[in-house]
């Protein structure tokens, strides 16, 4: 069976036919056949002799149609190719049942995940605008971390260094003012203690070139 064209349905006259042969030899009902094709295209029969022809017309996206045959499963996210609807349930995908989102995964293990290279570009429009914005509340939780960063180091060499979170600074366009790679503000209404940086053993908390 195609996608578009002529389905042959083989009876011995005058019997109705109740099932085809698809090219694979899979015996499939004609009622179930034809409830497939009358939901994705026009169907017109015709009857010559003991064969019985279906002429499927697929309707296209732009007249509201998915433009294909074959069902999407579960979980599917679709998206038009430009000429009928897709899936791409390796990269992406949506979790129904824990409702995750994965990029990159058809199983997401977080609200979002993303499976491969993330990039975030902006251009700020007025002041006072963030890149990227996190709010987390511990809500009377411990132990809590607003970013939770696992890093698995390279194969280094002796003169090679990675740079876990990396920060580029261009200057050109300042004539005045200050800049902080890392700005740490509090409330004073706590009894805790803030510390801005805190290193554990073996760590240095500086390194200057």
């Known amino acids: 069976m195609s996608q578009?064209?002529?389905?042959d349905i083989e009876a011995a006259a005058p019997t109705t036919p109740t099932s085809f042969t698809t090219d694979s030899g899979t015996a499939v009902p004609v009622l179930n056949v034809l409830e497939i094709l009358g939901e994705s295209?026009?169907?017109?029969?015709?009857?010559?002799?003991?064969?019985?022809?279906?002429?499927?017309?697929?309707?296209?996206?732009?007249?509201g149609g998915t433009g294909r045959i074959t069902p999407m499963i579960k979980g599917s996210v679709v998206f038009s190719d430009g000429s009928k609807l897709e899936e791409d349930n390796a990269n992406f995908f949506w979790d129904d049942t824990n409702n995750r989102l994965g990029l990159g995964t058809n199983t997401p293990e977080h609200t979002l995940e993303v499976q491969g290279h993330a990039g975030i570009v902006h251009t700020a429009t007025e002041n006072d605008q963030h890149g990227l914005e996190i709010i987390a509340?511990?809500?009377t939780f411990a132990d809590f971390k607003a970013l939770d960063i696992d890093y698995i180091t390279g194969a280094l060499e002796a003169g090679e260094e990675d740079a876990i979170i990396l920060v580029n600074i261009d200057e050109?366009?300042?004539?005045?003012?200050?800049?902080?790679?890392?700005?740490?503000?509090?409330?004073?209404?706590?009894?805790?203690?803030?510390?801005?940086?805190?290193?554990?053993?073996?760590?240095?908390?500086?390194?200057?070139?």
Not at 46 to 59: E, P, Q, R, W
Not at 184 to 199: A, F, I, M, P, R
């Open 4 to 7: 578009a064209g002529l389905i």
């Open 41 to 63: 295209g026009i169907l017109d029969t015709s009857a010559s002799g003991n064969t019985v022809t279906v002429n499927v017309t697929l309707i296209t996206v732009p007249k």
């Open 137 to 139: 509340n511990a809500a």
């Open 172 to 209: 050109t366009l300042a004539t005045g003012g200050e800049i902080f790679g890392l700005e740490v503000l509090s409330t004073t209404e706590g009894t805790d203690v803030v510390g801005g940086l805190k290193v554990g053993i073996g760590v240095n908390a500086i390194h200057q070139e």
